[in-house]
Antibody, heavy 119, light 109 residues
């Protein structure tokens, strides 16, 4: 079964850091780009960051550029998101998503991990 | 940034009827357009990519059309499980900056 399982979310104070992880199974992880997409409570979807299969191409939304860092470990079938200098507006459910081969659409999603930034 | 605008915000349709959802891009995205379905408490589900290609396992009652700046998702005969929020998403720009529409809530009439 193809599966993505996120972890690492929680309650954090503004300005602090958090690291999210995503464990992949059921597909050849290092064949695909991977992404983080977030959804603030009651709001729509926002692409956060994406990384190519070999980490050679990385992109960020302007809202997180310079604060968030995406990475992957193909040997561990894992995706990560290091989030620094967190702000209240980063509060959201963070989804890990598998890219459709060759395009920036997302065909497999995890159930998400909640990040709450509040003092 | 390419802005995606969906209409209407809410659509009320009876089961068995056809639903037509619209998505407009602020500039041409060619056919680089995807549609997702999201039910309460669930992750989004990819329905359509390439504007008109159904994703694996998606029923034939879902169809997508359009190119450039105007796109449509049609559900030919609504089933009870189709009532949800639908998002369009473009992936045309380079470097990639995928953007989503604000969503259309499809509710039972």
């Amino acid at each position: 079964e193809v599966q993505l399982v996120e972890s690492g979310g929680g309650l954090v104070q503004p300005g602090r850091s958090l690291r999210l992880s995503c464990a992949a199974s059921g597909f050849t992880f290092d064949d695909y780009a991977m992404h983080w997409v977030r959804q603030a409570p009651g709001k729509g979807l926002e692409w956060v960051s994406g990384i190519s299969w070999n980490s050679g191409s990385i992109g960020y939304a302007d809202s997180v550029k310079g604060r968030f860092t995406i990475s992957r470990d193909n040997a561990k079938n894992s995706l990560y998101l290091q989030m620094n200098s967190l702000r209240a507006e980063d509060t959201a459910l963070y989804y890990c998503a598998k890219g459709v081969l060759g395009i920036y659409a997302f065909d497999i999603w995890g159930q998400g991990t909640m990040v709450t930034v509040s003092s | 940034e390419i802005v995606m605008t969906q209409s209407p915000a809410t659509l009320s349709v009876s089961p068995g009827e056809r639903a037509t959802l619209s998505c407009r891009a602020s500039q041409s995205v060619s056919s680089n357009l995807a549609w997702y379905q999201q039910k309460p408490g669930q992750a989004p589900r990819l329905l359509i990519y390439g504007a008109s290609t159904r994703a694996t396992g998606i029923p034939a009652r879902f169809s997508g059309s359009g190119s450039g700046t105007e796109f449509t998702l049609t559900i030919s005969s609504l089933q009870s499980e189709d009532f949800a929020v639908y998002y369009c998403q473009q992936y045309n720009n380079w470097p990639p900056r995928p953007t989503f529409g604000q969503g259309t809530k499809l509710e039972i009439k």
